[in-house]
């Protein structure tokens, strides 16, 4: 049942991205930025906590999951190290992606040209 409340979850999370897309001027850049500040935002209430319980890794797939990692590290830090701890934290939890995209990022740029 966790792979279907998973597949359900990020399913209704792209229609969503795809709908605001289709019906706003709206570049893909605002609303994934949109998506990781309502990420980050379900996280400071431990909204996405229980989202994540309930829906299992489904949760942790879409862009939201960033803002959840941004704000979830921030505020162990916090707790633990003080107010200079919230970038420490930040960048604990999500510095693999960062680093990984990036590398990436690099690589692909390197291999193909663009289209300008």
Known sequence: ???????????????LGQLILDNT??????ITSIFV???AFLDIFNIYDHIINFVGAG????????????IHGALA??????LSGILMGMFDLTS???ISA?????AFSLIFNSKD
Do not use: D
């Not at 001027?25 to 605002?30: A, I, S």
């Not at 949760?59 to 941004?70: C, D, E, K, N, R």
């Open 1 to 15: 049942m966790t792979y279907l409340y998973s597949f359900i979850f990020v399913g209704l999370v792209s229609a």
């Open 25 to 30: 001027k709206l570049t893909p850049g605002h």
């Open 37 to 39: 500040v309502v990420g």
């Open 59 to 70: 949760a942790m797939v879409p862009i939201t999951s960033f803002g959840h990692s941004l």
């Open 77 to 82: 830090k916090t707790s633990e190290m003080g």
């Open 96 to 98: 693999a992606g960062i």
């Open 102 to 106: 990036i590398i990436f990022s690099f």
